[in-house]
């Protein structure tokens, strides 16, 4: 029997896409109610929908994603994942999906089927015209009391990228630009060139990887 009641299931849109369910959801029945194809996150109970990427996020997106998942499976660091994939935040009411996500072979986050549960150790957005505030102040606070070792977001629509890496106090600060890129504190010998993430179309992906030493 389905946890969503006759009168309150949701329509379905297309093939594996419904609407909003028009109410509040226990984290369970969103967990039951998300399809394949929607675009949702869970917030104290509230579902928010997300937009459909524009072509310019969606080309940023899984680029980022394939330069972060060929780095880390060459140097043998963990897993990448996205966009599509849901992580359940620990200490906190929230469902996200984010852009890019790392999980390193050390960490405590739990790989499930469906899910990731815990915190990734990093994590990247894309910024939307939809989601500027989720990604610069919603998110950024959701991460960092989850304990996400290292947040970047890049703001194509405003030419800013940032990264924020947690301290001891856990506590974000700002990762330093130098020399027009951004290191990684989490990955060792990955960075980003500010350069790259604003051009109009991404760089050869081949090309990165050789300058990130990834043969």
Sequence with gaps: MSILQ???????????????????????????????????EWIDGEVEMMAADSLDHST????????VKEFVERHR?????????????????????PDVVFIASDSSAVEHP???EGSPDLIMEVVSPDSIVRDWHDKYVDFERAGVR????????????????LGRDGKYRAIAEADGRIESTVLKGFYLRIE????????ELLKILRELGVK
């Design 77 to 97: 660091l963990g897993s990448a994942y996205g966009p599509n994939v849901l992580v359940r935040l620990p200490r906190r009411k929230r469902i996200r999906m």
């Design 60 to 67: 940023y997106g899984w680029w980022l994603l394939a330069l």
């Design 114 to 116: 469906t899910r990731i």
């Design 150 to 165: 290292e947040y970047w977001v890049v703001d194509r629509i405003r030419h800013r990228v940032e990264a924020f890496a």
């Design 196 to 203: 790259w993430l604003l051009a109009p179309r991404p760089p």
């Design 6 to 40: 006759p009168s309150v299931r949701p329509k379905v849109v297309s093939d594996d896409v419904q609407s909003h369910p028009g109410r509040k959801m226990t984290e369970r029945e969103f967990l039951a109610w998300i399809a394949l194809k929607t675009r949702a």
